[in-house]
């Protein structure tokens, strides 16, 4: 059974930086594709970054230059930097992993609130 939990969410000023993390279970990580999505109150979810199993990475043009996705293979987690944090980033930011026969697993989320 694929489980993925999210961390790290919380209240920050604008300006201000989080570090989201995603721990991961049940599924052959190396290989996996994973992502980090969001959704703000009234709008749908979103791609925020996503990183291949080989490590390539691509970003929302929203976030590009502000936030860095990652990968740890070993501790299974995958990494969200947000710095430069702005009042629109407030959302709930979920965890994908998509393994290689193609299904997608989602974490329960973790909420970011960004003050301005």
């Known amino acids: 059974q694929v489980q993925l939990v999210e961390s790290g969410g919380g209240l920050v000023q604008a300006g201000g930086s989080l570090r989201l993390s995603c721990a991961t279970s049940g599924s052959i990580f190396s290989l996996s594709a994973l992502g980090w999505y969001r959704q703000a109150p009234g709008k749908q979810r979103e791609l925020v970054a996503g990183?291949?199993?080989?490590?390539?990475?691509n970003y929302a043009d929203s976030v590009k230059g502000r936030f860095t996705i990652s990968r740890d293979n070993v501790k299974r987690t995958v990494y969200l930097q947000m710095n430069s944090l702005k009042p629109e980033d407030t959302a709930v930011y979920y965890c994908?992993?998509?393994?290689?026969?193609?299904?997608?697993?989602w974490g329960k989320g973790t909420l970011v609130t960004v003050s301005s």
């Open positions: 990183i291949t199993s080989g490590g390539r990475t």
């Open positions: 994908n992993l998509e393994d290689n026969d193609g299904m997608a697993y």
